[in-house]
């Protein structure tokens, strides 16, 4: 599902358009339009015991409404 997302022009990095091979560093600010809801994250990318942890503060999420 990722890939279709950023294929599709949906998924953005700090507010430009990401590409499938576009590498996430700490910080980073990540917005997915999913249907008609958005969500944005922030990266925060660290190391413990030599290994890269990953995780995700959600800065916010919209629910739209879907009009067919």
Do not use: H, Q, W
Not at 5 to 17: D, L, M, P, S
Not at 21 to 49: F, H
């Amino acid at each position: 599902i990722a890939k279709e997302i950023v294929e599709k022009g949906r998924a953005f990095v700090n507010a430009k358009i990401a590409k499938p091979s576009t590498e996430i560093k700490n910080g980073d600010c990540i917005e997915l339009s999913l249907g008609a809801n958005v969500i944005v994250v922030k990266a925060l990318i660290e190391m413990k015991n030599n290994k890269e942890v990953v995780n995700y503060e959600t800065i916010s999420s919209i629910k739209g409404k879907y009009n067919a």
